[in-house]
């Protein structure tokens, strides 16, 4: 598969690709589609941004989207992925894993390598699906504070999220306690199902609504990042941010905190019912979905089993002492999900 | 070109690459080559990383290596880039950057695709790359912090370093003033020199002490870390790291503080003359080196003129008013050097 998207790139009369303009024009033409932040003490233009970190501590997190790894120019069932989608998913998959230590984001730097025929509107695109992102998911304080450009045989987007921890201790993934509850904000399998769509004969002018949101939910992820700092207010235990599949992010904590998560089989069915007509379409399973999928960017947390649950968390499992694993009612599950050189 | 270095990835008795390994085995390989910094106060492994930044602002800069394009796995010559060659330069580029605001790097976050034949050996090479950069460098506050790996058709390198200004203010291209000098710290010309020797017939077996010398400069910058702060202290009024050519950045100064940077002559011939027999090897002008060279990642520092310079910069032209642009002796210079879209 090839970027062929020139059809998109009608700039000025003629279909402008990176290789038509110089690096500084293409920054030009980038810059003034990015809005600034408070957190923003000094934007692109110089060899390095500044931004503020009134904690005296800085969360930095870095993430990779590969074309044809981690997204489809084109994808099997006709739909062209926008700059922006891919901006967008950039953007809310790093700003998760700011979310998942209880932080806020304050700055995004962006790494683009294009190749040269990728068309300059893809690329604005691109940046729009960056700024809009940051703003739809409610990032107040965060703003692109720089990046870099380089060709290359593939589009490779590489975003480094900086983010606050406000005074509060970042929660990590190694501190889930026996007899905690394990809770889930944001939504599960859902981003696994609009892959499975994305990925079929079924033309997007086929879907129905419900479907159209499950393949926006694969497109354009919505973690959510209330949830990351309001569980750390709740005094949370344990966090990740569901990347990887439900049982492998799940199993992180499990080995990192030496505990076993056990999911209830309910809260699984009930994140599986609305997948299951779609399920049923693709001759798919919608409980895999639930436990292998990832790119929800949900947010998974453990909590003292008295903790009154913010609002938005749906408690979906306990926590046990014994040997590190995911259990469902007790019988062991098989670590599945995403693996970046398994295939 | 192909990434066919696997005679180099002989691990466990066998010639393991990526594609054998899990991405957590990988990572585990990874890991303990990495150094720690005081400055990482919650290393890899979780979500995200947390670095301190005591000065209440972090600098941040981002900058990419992509194979084929920033360098060859195998040049023309019959040099195997090794992965510690890739490792080296990609931290000393993003110190460098640092560097140039005044700041002194704390953490780095790395971003590596690769291509599933890449040989496990060779990431660890890389890992053990970055890791003797910041080290021979002098980097002391810095180490890695975290990162992300990706499958890809070839081999990208992002890297992006945060930096502390210890209660300085940056040092931007923006601000040179009329009748200022304008300096360097570190090489020029050199590493454009290797490049040239990389790129030619001239097998590295032929090579005499001083091209060798050239060469690692190509492949492994020293870009002068003591310099930016130590400028920043003694009052520099605008600075940039030479990473695409010496007129192309000395003109990012020229526009972003609207003066003329008037090159000496004899500043040039003094660079370029240690350059001259490698020059008519090649059937180069050192010259061409020293004005359009820039990985040698030198440091070009303005300075009022009656400034005693910090030990380590050399004078090589001074600041006028006048319409934005670089000179030599008065005379125009074309802008040359890199651009990553123009080739």
């Not at 344990?238 to 049982?247: E, F, P, R, T």
Request: glycine share 12%.
């Amino acid at each position: 598969m090839r970027p062929e998207t020139d059809d998109k790139g009608a700039v000025n009369g003629f279909r402008a690709s990176v290789a038509h303009v110089s690096e500084g024009e293409l920054l030009q033409r980038i810059f003034p589609l990015l809005q600034t932040s408070q957190s923003a003490l000094l934007g692109p233009g110089d060899d390095a941004a500044v931004v503020a970190a009134p904690d005296g501590r800085v969360v930095v997190t870095v993430d990779t989207q590969v074309q044809n790894r981690d997204f489809r120019l084109r994808w099997p069932n006709g739909y062209e992925t926008t700059g922006t989608d891919v901006g967008w998913k950039a953007a809310a998959q790093n700003l998760s894993d700011i979310n998942a230590m209880g932080a806020e984001a304050t700055s995004m730097v962006v790494s683009l390598t294009l190749p040269g025929k990728t068309p300059v509107a893809w690329v604005e695109d691109l940046a729009r699906g960056l700024n809009t992102a940051i703003k739809d998911l409610d990032a107040v304080e965060c703003s692109v504070a720089g990046g870099d450009l380089s060709g290359g045989s593939e589009i490779v987007v590489t975003v480094t999220v900086l983010g606050n921890l406000a005074g509060r201790n970042p929660v990590l993934r190694s501190a889930a306690q026996p007899d905690d509850v394990i809770a889930l904000a944001g939504t599960g399998g859902r981003a696994a199902a609009g892959f499975g769509l994305l990925e079929s004969g079924h033309r997007m002018e086929s879907l129905d609504e419900e479907q159209m949101a499950l393949v926006k939910n694969q497109l354009r992820p919505l973690p959510p990042l209330w949830a990351g700092p309001a569980a750390a207010k709740a005094g949370a235990h344990a966090m990740i941010d569901l990347s990887d599949g439900l049982v492998r992010d799940a199993g992180r904590v499990a080995t990192a905190s030496g505990v076993v998560v056990d999911l209830d089989p309910a809260a699984v069915e009930h994140l599986a019912e609305p997948l299951q007509s779609t399920a049923e379409l693709l001759g798919a399973n919608a409980e895999d979905w639930v436990l292998g999928g990832g790119e929800d960017h949900g947010l998974l947390v453990t909590f003292r089993a008295d903790t009154r649950l913010p609002e938005g968390f749906v408690a979906i499992g306990s926590i046990y002492a014994g040997e590190a694993g995911v259990t469902m009612n007790g019988d062991p599950l098989k670590i599945t999900g995403w693996d970046h050189f398994a295939h």
